[in-house]
């Protein structure tokens, strides 16, 4: 995709360095970097009577990937995300995106699943899902086309003519995701998209975001449970009592937060030194045993292994990374009474 | 903000969604198909079975007369409702037949001075209606009246000649000249039925809607269409998806009635000419009936027509976005009624103070409340049948538009809030707040 804004850049660029491999690496950063943010968060604020919902919250949000909301219950998610879709005014501070202010007509052309969600109990699925992809710019043609394709992809086909009353809440879920995604946006944000589905079903929408960011969707949601973040999301922020207290690319976050924790399993005695600590131990099979060791110089795990070995038999070394969920812990423990 | 005509054909796209949605749900449903069908009936019923019962009312009551004072003659005669049996037992001795008799009551008429007429007496197993009592009375007063000039020395034939009969005709001048015979009877049914259909239809349709936001709002979908639609087109399109239910109502009760009321006239109309012509003495309710319907074309049915749907949108307007309002701060029905009575306050008012308006018309109080937009639904359709001025008209019918406007910008201020507001207990601070709210 070539904008007037591109074809400016590389003007000036071929006239600056004569050198097509260079301008070609140039042209290749900056459009990263033009895709990098496709929504920009900027220093938002809101507070509900006394309370203080969000206190100065920047987030960026990469295009074409999933982005994950983390925190527990009452952390300010919810409001983050009504700012965002503009349900509500936050007092302070921007929202944009792709670099413009957001405006309503821009927030109408995503898709969004909230918190708080339900369907018109005495209508039937396939009328009610035709007319929320209408509200959404669909035709009716269109919409009837693309729910038969959705809903025989989601197990949901011969639910056409029943009632939601009839529906249990796991197949009404399914029913407002199809409502969400339906007119394919190029942003989704779905909030808290897990709750109140089975594990087979979790997996199954799982599946279906995944499919959505490889077609080119970004999706933004939110969840208080940890676990089901690290293989979905690309990048993630943590957010506590309305304060964003960490945020980044999953990997990075990880990485950073790794401790020099390593999982031996040996056979032997380990021997004491002043440059690690045992933090717990258990026997395994036979001789062998299993110790959870912290070293103090982390990024040098060969030291270790060297000390090690000097004593033991080595049978299996690997570095303990932090889950996302130890990661949030250890962030939200202090501030916790 | 630039004005694109696209954009507004895409709001006007979604509105229309969401007006079609309301209206089908509605018109679909068994209640309404069954309210629809059963309401022209019950309307036929309530028009028609009063003039049938009293066009066929059989003389079906008797009393007995025991007249000691020998003065009174047969005063009392028998006709087709009611036969009067003279007899010269005991009082004691009939009193106590009474009872046993199939007889209504027993007149007694006790010996008594023309100058001082004491000691008359009903007796009767049950109660006596008052129009009876009246009767009874009329008679005996008018024959002591005549009795007491012939004892003055006036002569039978010259008392005879000074009885007259009157019956009233009410004519209104109008403006132009023009003279217009009407009957207030007819006038005041109109009045009465447009103004009960108003309030009922302002009620029942106003209920609704509010019905309409609790459940979007309980059922939790109002924040997922919110996702494609502005509050405001949201209840828009509520208000007048509902308003539309209510028209389709209205137009089909009309048809109905017309049809079933021409059906009964059909069935009924040579027997009640037979009875008109079988006794000259028609009872009073039927009579006061049967120059009602007659003066039925001295009113213009076209206005009131014309008036009653121009203020039955009008008032469902302007209390369906206030009961919009109030569905959007609850959560239930049972939430919603701390808010109904101050809303509905007006309504009621309106119609208790139908009979001041019948009393006096034109009086300052019955114009005020048909000025007034809260109170001139129901009152101006009471006023209608009874002739208003134009300007009257034109001006409550531009204050009502006023008003409804206002009306749908406070709710849709509280709305906005409200229908994303949930676990807070509300009262009237609330949504005062909730309407100060900046966008």
Redesign the interface.
């Known amino acids: 995709m070539i904008t007037i804004e591109l074809l400016d850049v590389l003007h000036s660029l071929s006239l600056k360095f004569n050198n097509s491999m260079e301008v070609i690496k140039y042209i290749e950063t900056t459009k990263k970097k033009k895709i990098l943010d496709l929504i920009k968060i900027d220093h938002i604020s809101k507070a509900y009577g006394g309370h203080q919902a969000l206190s100065d919250v920047s987030l960026t949000i990469p295009d074409k990937s999933i982005f994950g909301l983390l925190g527990p219950n009452g952390a300010g998610k919810t409001t983050l995300i009504r700012i965002i ?1 503009k ?3 936050q007092d302070q501070g921007k929202v944009f995106l792709n670099k413009e202010e957001i405006t ?2 821009l ?2 052309k ?5 918190e ?8 039937k699925v396939g009328e009610q899902l035709i ?2 992809s ?4 669909l035709s009716r043609t269109e919409a009837v086309k693309r729910i038969k394709i959705w809903l025989e992809k989601l197990d949901l086909k011969s639910w056409w003519n029943k009632t939601v009353e009839d529906l249990s809440k796991g197949m009404a879920q399914k029913v ?1 995701f199809i ?2 995604v339906v007119h394919e946006p190029k942003l989704l944000i779905l909030d808290e998209p897990f709750s109140g589905f089975d594990p087979v079903n979790a997996d199954l929408i799982k599946n279906e975001i995944l499919e959505l960011r490889d077609k080119g969707a970004t999706i933004i949601f939110s969840t208080h449970r940890m676990e089901s973040v690290e293989e979905l999301c690309d990048n993630i922020a943590l957010i506590n009592q309305s304060k964003k207290i960490l945020d980044g690319s999953v990997k990075q976050i990880k990485e950073k937060h790794k401790q020099g924790q390593y999982i031996i399993d040996y056979k032997g005695t380990l021997p004491t030194k002043e440059s690690f600590d045992v933090l717990s131990q258990t026997d395994l099979e036979g001789d062998l045993k299993r110790a959870h060791i912290k070293f103090h110089q982390a990024s040098k795990p060969n030291d270790l292994i060297a000390q090690l070995i000097e004593s033991i038999q080595l049978f299996s070394f690997s570095e303990k990374i932090p889950t996302i969920n130890e990661i949030f812990i250890s962030k939200v423990s202090p501030s916790h009474e | 903000m630039k004005f694109s005509f696209q ?1 507004y054909l ?1 709001v006007m796209n ?1 509105v229309s ?2 007006i079609f ?1 309301e209206y089908l ?1 509605r018109v679909k449903k068994k209640s309404f198909i069954i309210a629809t069908f059963l309401g022209p009936i019950l309307m036929g019923a309530v028009m028609f079975l009063p003039t049938y019962f009293a066009l066929n009312t059989q003389g079906n009551k008797s009393f007995q007369v025991i007249d000691e004072s020998g003065l009174m003659g047969a005063i009392f005669v028998s006709d087709n409702e009611v036969s009067y049996e003279y007899i010269s037992t005991n009082l004691d001795v009939a009193k106590s037949d009474l009872l046993e008799n199939d007889v209504d009551g027993l007149i007694y008429i006790p010996k008594f001075e023309l100058n001082e007429p004491k000691g008359f007496a009903l007796y009767g197993a049950s109660n006596q209606s008052i129009s009876t009592l009246s009767s009874i009375e009329n008679t005996l007063e008018l024959h002591i009246e005549s009795l007491r000039l012939l004892a003055s020395g006036l002569d039978k034939e010259v008392i005879d000649s000074f009885e007259a009969n009157i019956d009233l005709n009410t004519i209104n001048l109008s403006n132009s000249g023009g003279e217009q015979e009407s009957s207030s009877g007819a006038a005041t049914i109109i009045g009465y039925i447009a103004s009960f259909m108003i309030y009922m239809f302002v009620f029942i349709y106003g209920a609704m809607c509010m019905r309409g936001v609790i ?2 709002k309980s ?3 109002v ?8 509050p405001f087109e949201l209840m828009m399109g509520k208000v007048i998806g509902i308003a539309m239910v209510g028209l389709t109502q209205f137009v089909l009760w009309i048809l109905l009635t017309g049809g079933i009321s021409l059906l009964i006239s059909v069935f009924m109309s040579p027997e009640a000419l037979e009875m008109g012509t079988a006794n000259s003495e028609m009872s009073s309710e039927a009579d006061m009936m049967a120059t009602a319907l007659s003066a039925l074309g001295g009113i213009n049915m076209t206005l009131v027509l014309s008036a009653f749907l121009f203020y039955f949108i009008g008032g469902y307007l302007l209390y369906g976005a206030l009961f919009a309002a109030i569905g959007s701060a609850s959560e239930s029905d049972a939430d919603a009624q701390q808010f109904m009575l101050p809303v509905t306050a007006p309504l009621i008012i309106s119609i208790i103070s139908l009979s001041l308006v019948l009393q006096d018309p034109h009086g300052s109080v019955s114009f005020w409340m048909s000025i007034i937009p809260f109170t001139s639904p129901i009152i101006m359709m009471m006023r209608i049948p009874f002739g208003v001025a134009p300007w009257e008209l034109i001006l409550s019918m531009f204050i009502l538009i006023l008003g409804f406007l206002f009306t749908l910008w406070i709710a849709g201020r509280i709305y906005r809030v409200g229908i ?1 507001m ?1 676990g807070t207990k509300v009262n009237w601070k609330i949504l005062a707040k909730w309407f100060m709210t ?2």
């Open positions: 879709t349900i509500i005014q309503y007509d927030v109408r995503i898709g969004y699943l909230p708080e969600r339900g369907l018109y109990k005495k209508m007319y929320l209408q509200l959404k710019g407002q409502a969400t | 954009k895409q979604k969604l969401i949605r749900t459940e979007e059922s939790r979908i924040e997922i269409v919110l996702s494609s639609v502005k994303l949930h900046s966008d």
